[in-house]
Structure formats: C-alpha cells, structure tokens
C-alpha cells in the first residue's frame, strides 16, 4: 500500500526567502505525481504535475523535482510571497486514484 | 471554460438521515473522482469512474456510502444513515484519460 509522506507539517518563513517543501513515497510504481495547493476552506488547486519519466517542471517560480529510485519529490518556491501562504499538498498516482500526503501547512510572514 | 463545480457547498443534517452530493466535472472529461478530507484521515480516496466501466469502488468506507454517474457528466455520491464520523469535507475532481486531477470546491459535510 502506497503511503506518502511530507515534512515538516508546518513551515514559517520571512517573505523572500525560498521554501523548499519535501514529500516521500514508499512505492516508486508511480504513474506520476502532483502537487497542489490548498487555501482554507477552498478546494486544490493544480500546481504542477511530473509524469514518472520526468525528473522535474517548472512553472513560474515553482520547481518540483522527482526521483523514483529514492521515492522523493521536492517542490522549491522560489522568493516567497505573503500570497503563497497555504497548505500544500503532493499526492502519488498509480491506478486510478491519488495517495496524498498530509500536507504542508506555509505561513510567508512580511 | 468552467472547472469542476459541487453542490451544495454546505450541508447540515442530522443523524440518520440520507444526504446526496453533487458533482459536474469539467465538460469532456471521463475520467471523475470522489475523495473525502477530514481532520483525522487527510485526504482519502472514495470512488473513481471512468467512461462506461464499471466504477472502482475501493475507497469506501462502508455500504452506506454509493456513488453513480449518469451520462458520463454528473455524478451524485449518496450517503444513508448519516453518522458523526462522517463528516468531512467531500471533493470530486475529473481528468481526461485518467492524468492531471482537477478538483471542486468541494462540499463541506456536517452530521449533528
């Protein structure tokens, strides 16, 4: 059964340093893995998705990276912003459904 | 285009009684999802369509819990009996063929 992992469950960072946030998973049968964001009380919202054979994408100032053989995937916000505070989420495909990890809740303070 | 809408955004009930949720996934997509976050579980797969096949039901948690989708577009997630245990916030996403996940604003599920 696949489970997904991600430290640290809070992160508090000063406004325009970068926030690197981590997510691991124990089964690299992956078909691909996501990334969203979550604003409270809101749905997800689609960040970035890398396919199994990627190794990462980019997307403005968000990179996300993954390598299977360590079951890992990072994404990196790059010069943070008050507005990226959320929770962030990484979930793993394989089959027909999502394995998410818990989230990692962001606080940019100004 | 518009994105994945649910409906309501906020159902009260009490216990017992039988709640319906509704989804419409983005037009031209045929793959839909159920999932349900609560503060105690995350975010848990429920139920997931795909075209005319039948549905993988894997992710429920019990037989109260049943879904259908008609016409391949919307889809209801029917809950009877309702208990305190179930409540949680239900969100659906659609995709097509099965890649990128896009989701609701889901609905927001209280059992008194």
């Known amino acids: 059964k696949q489970e997904v992992t991600q430290i640290p469950a809070a992160l508090s960072v000063p406004e325009g340093e970068n926030l690197v946030l981590n997510c691991s998973f124990t089964?690299?049968?992956?078909?691909?893995l996501q990334w969203f964001r979550q604003d409270p009380g809101k749905g997800l919202t689609s960040l970035l998705l890398?396919?199994?054979?990627?190794r990462e994408q980019t997307s403005g100032r968000l990179n996300a990276s993954l390598d299977k053989s360590s079951g890992r995937s990072t994404l990196y916000i790059a010069a943070s912003q008050p507005g990226d505070s959320a929770t962030y989420l990484c979930?793993?495909?394989?089959?027909?459904?999502?394995?998410f990890g818990g989230g990692t809740r962001v606080l940019v303070k100004p | 285009g518009a994105g994945v809408s649910q409906s309501p955004s906020n159902k009260v009930t009490e216990k017992g009684k039988d709640v319906e949720l509704r989804c419409d996934p983005i037009?031209?997509?045929?793959?839909l999802y159920w999932y349900r976050q609560s503060l105690g579980q995350g975010l848990e797969f429920l139920i997931y369509?795909?075209?005319?096949?039948?549905?993988?039901k894997s992710g429920l948690p019990s037989d109260r819990f049943s879904a259908e989708r008609t016409g391949g577009s919307v889809s209801t997630l029917t809950i009877q009996r309702t208990q305190q245990e179930d409540s949680a916030v239900y969100l659906c996403?659609?995709?097509?063929?099965?890649?990128?996940?896009?989701f609701g604003p889901g609905t927001r599920l209280t059992v008194l």
């Open positions: 089964d690299s049968a992956i078909y691909n």
């Open positions: 890398i396919q199994s054979s990627q």
């Open positions: 996403a659609s995709s097509l063929d099965a890649r990128e996940q896009f």
């Open positions: 979930a793993s495909a394989a089959g027909n459904k999502l394995t």
């Open positions: 037009s031209g997509h045929t793959a």
């Open positions: 369509f795909q075209g005319n096949s039948a549905p993988d």
